[in-house]
Each structure stands twice: as structure tokens, then as C-alpha cells.
């Protein structure tokens, strides 16, 4: 009986190697075709340079008398998206592979496209010959085969699709080179000084770098799309009915790990396997990445280890909620004298858990004295700034709570009048 229960126990660990294996070989380079880019083998993980690496970064800001912390990874991040600051590091410049990673830039450049209005989320994206020919992850593309541009972005969120990151490339920019070419736009723009794409889905090129810092500040910016953290939270998704086509989600901390919401893993034999996640626990939200990971699975138990850690030093100090009134505003020529002023997204800030803290943490209102009308709802009116020990670390824009049209004429004389006759002692 023992033996039988031995060899049951045996059996299952075998074939839980082997779903992993070929999990980890979805992300892989297998069936690559007609890329832009040369292809290499994994030993051109030694080709890349390191010798030029920008390591000037704000420093971490770790509390004092926090356990050291050390993870199984060649280069890891924790950060406060709300400020950029950096709560944590392990060699966060390492300039490593992002692997799949790379799409999450892809899915922030397509939002870009979408909020300038150049493409719309229901846009028909028509498949390429080129685009059907990419595998790896893939959905099983057809050349020809119609899709809504945001199905496709679910996709490419959800499985880590191939076919449809380039069929989305192409669709936005007329070629993936294009593509590229506004993803290293991005990259400038966001200030990564260590990180360069050479296509969009992150098949492995010996050009095609990032480091932990630099996509945490990718995933940074992600968050500024609601869109986004929807589409990487998703667990499963019916992308085709014929054939069917059910997608399961790559990131398993969102089945493992209460909280997570985002965003993308990544991996190659020469990247090895990589995570950039986004968890928000009692209105804490952090930003993690972890690069370099060579136990099976360990960027999921190494990004959960770093959370839990960064959960037992941190909290968020709530100012604000969204939607909150912060203050009033007069309105000069509306229908209404004043209106309430509220915050567009929450207004606080990351503190140590050991001291009073919340004490270094204070306001400061940059709002006109009054505004004129016409007001349109959602309309920014000013800035509630954060501070800390006197010093700016965050802004959020104040929004006014409804619209105001301006007054009739009746109205404007009766104030006229009520002012000239209101007694002031």
C-alpha cells in the first residue's frame, strides 16, 4: 500500500513538472517565423552589453529596522506607483530579457492610440499573412480573420498572444517596425535609459533589453489606463466560439495571490522567467518586477515573497478617496454660486507601518478663488498637492462635481440687487 501511495505521489509530481515545462514553453521562441528581427540562441544571453548600463535612480527608501529581504532573482523591484518611489531594490538595473513582458509597452502604446483618438477599441483589425505566421503564444490567427481591436488586446493581455500582438501593431502604426519605432518613442518619453525594443511580443533578440526599474516604470504608466489592469485581470476568457478558443490567464498569482491585478509575465530560455505585477491590499497598491528567475515558477513564489514582505512595512494613508469633496468653489456668472470640488483619483500617501508616520504627511490646495461659467462636469480646476516633511511628492487633479451653465439674465440682476441691498455691520 505504502508503494502504491509512493508511486502515485511520484506520478504526480512528474506530470506537474510537465504541465509547468510546457507552460513556460507557451512564451517561448517555438514556431517563430518572418521576424524583423535576427533570431539568436539562448546563449546570446552573454552577447548582451552591460557595460553601459544607467544605474542613476532615486535610492530606496526602505524603513529602518526592516528584515533584510533577498530574492532568487537576478534583478527585482518594489515600487509606489502613486510617487515613482522606490521601496525596494535588488540589482534593479540589471539589463536582462523582458520576454514577454515587452507587452505590456504594446498594450500602453495601443491605449495611447486609442485616448488620441487615432484608434478606436471596436476598430476591425484584419490578420496579415505575417501576423497568422507568429506562434509561440499565439490564439491561432487566421490570415483574413476580423477581430475588435480590445479583443485582441485581451488576448494579447490574458494568453500572451503573438499573432495578435503583431496583427495590433500592425493595425496601428501600418507595420510592426513602425510599431517598434513608437514603443522607443514611449520608452524616451517615460525616461527609461536602459531599455530598447527591437519588435512587440518580446520573441527573443539580442538587441531587445530592459531592467526591472525601467518596467516598473512602464507598469507605472500602465496604470493610468483603467483599460489595462481590466484586461490582465481577466483568469479565463472566450476569445473565438468556432473553434472554440478559451484563453487562460499566464499569471497565476491572480488565482494565488488576493489583491493581484496585473500585469504581465515573461519568458526564454535566455531571459529565463520574468513578472511585472501590480497588487493593491487596504488601499495600498505596489508595483513589482523580478527578472531572471530560474526556479520553475519562482517569479510568481519570488514576487509573492517580496509582497509579502512589502505588505508587513507599508500602508497607505488615506487624505482622499476618489470622488471625495476636498473643498467648494464659487462660480461667477452661473446658475449656481458654488459647487463642490472633488479628488480624481486618491489622495495619500505610502508610510511605514512602525511610527506615526501619518504626522510627515500633509496638503496643500492649488484651487483659484472662483471659476467662470460655463462648467462642464469633470472639468480639472486645480491640484491637491501631497507632501512630505514640506517636500512635493505627489499631485492629483481636482475635478469640479457637476456642470454649471452660465446664469439668465434674471438671475444676474437679482444678485446685483441682493448685493447692493445685503447690510454688512
Known sequence: MRRL?????????????????????????????????????????????????????????????????????????????????????????????????????????????????????????????????????????????VFPLEKLLIAIAVASANDASVAVAEHIAGSEEAFVELMNKKAKELGLKNTHFTNCHGLHDPNHYTTPYDMALIARYALKYPKILEWTSIKRYTFRQDPLTILDTTNKMLYWYPGTDGFKTG???????????????EGLRLIAVVMGVET??????????????????????????????????????????????????????????????????????????????????????????VLEDGQEINRVDLLASQAVSRATLKQEIQRVIRAVFTFHP
Open 267 to 281: 519568458y526564454t530560455e535566455a531571459a529565463g522567467l520574468n513578472l511585472v505585477s501590480t497588487v493593491e491590499r
Open 5 to 145: 501511495v509512493a508511486f502515485a505521489l511520484a506520478l504526480t509530481f512528474f506530470f506537474s513538472l510537465g504541465a509547468l515545462s510546457w507552460q513556460a514553453v507557451g512564451e517561448t521562441e517555438a514556431g517563430r517565423v518572418n521576424s524583423p528581427t535576427s533570431s539568436a540562441s539562448s546563449s546570446a544571453e552573454s552577447s548582451l552589453d552591460t557595460s553601459k548600463v544607467d544605474t542613476s535612480s532615486p535610492a530606496a527608501v526602505t524603513p529602518q529596522g526592516a528584515p533584510t529581504l533577498k530574492l532568487n532573482a537576478k534583478g527585482a523591484i518594489l515600487m509606489d506607483p502613486q510617487t515613482g518611489k522606490v521601496l525596494w531594490e535588488q540589482n534593479a538595473h540589471f539589463k536582462g530579457y523582458p520576454a514577454s513582458m515587452t507587452k505590456l509597452m504594446t498594450m500602453v502604446v495601443a491605449m495611447d492610440a486609442v485616448a488620441s483618438g487615432q484608434v478606436s477599441l471596436d476598430d476591425p483589425v484584419r490578420t496579415s499573412e505575417r501576423a497568422e505566421s507568429f506562434g509561440g503564444a499565439e490564439v491561432f490567427l487566421a490570415e483574413g480573420e
Open 296 to 385: 520553475p515558477r519562482g517569479h510568481f513564489t519570488e514576487s509573492m515573497k517580496l509582497y509579502n514582505w512589502a505588505f508587513r512595512q507599508w500602508k497607505w494613508h488615506k487624505i482622499y478617496n476618489p470622488g471625495e469633496t476636498v473643498a467648494e468653489i464659487g462660480v461667477d456668472k452661473g446658475r449656481i454660486e458654488r459647487i463642490p470640488v472633488v479628488a480624481s483619483s486618491k489622495v495619500g500617501a505610502v508610510v511605514p507601518r512602525v511610527g506615526k508616520q501619518e504626522d510627515r504627511i500633509t496638503t496643500r490646495l492649488e484651487l483659484p478663488g472662483f471659476i467662470r461659467a460655463p462648467v462642464k462636469e469633470g472639468q480639472k480646476l486645480g491640484e491637491v498637492v
